[in-house]
């Protein structure tokens, strides 16, 4: 059974960090590209970055470009989405997905995910 569970979230101030993990189950993690998506009160959820399998190449939308990096290992089967330089509007419930056959291209789409993990909160105070 595919299982993906993201933890990591919290109260933090502005201008702080917090490291998301996603950890894989029930399937080879680098086999699957893994994407990270948030959903803040009362607005639609939006990619937020995304790692292909394979090679591994990154593509992190440009409201959180220069803040947020995402990264994997595959010893761990773990992803990880790193957060510096908080805002308060990056107060979300985060999600990480997965998708064997995810393509770098359509990554910000939740449409191409086939597998989701429950949220983690992160709340950024001003």
């Known amino acids: 059974e595919v299982q993906l569970q993201a933890s990591g979230g919290g109260l933090v101030q502005a201008g702080g960090s917090l490291t998301l993990s996603c950890v894989a189950s029930g399937f080879t993690f680098d086999a699957y590209g893994i994407g990270w998506f948030r959903q803040a009160p009362g607005k639609e959820r939006e990619g937020i970055a995304c790692?292909?399998?394979?090679?591994?190449?990154?593509y992190v939308v440009d409201s959180v470009k220069g803040r947020f990096t995402i990264s994997s290992d595959g010893a761990k089967n773990t992803a990880y989405l790193q957060m510096t330089s908080l805002k308060p509007e990056d107060t979300a419930v985060y999600y990480c997905?997965?998708?064997?056959?995810?393509?770098?291209?359509?990554?910000?789409?939740?449409?191409?995910?086939?597998?989701w993990g429950q949220g983690t909160e992160v709340t950024v105070s001003s």
């Open positions: 790692i292909s399998r394979g090679d591994h190449t990154t």
């Open positions: 997905a997965a998708d064997r056959w995810l393509i770098l291209q359509r990554c910000m789409s939740g449409d191409e995910y086939s597998y």
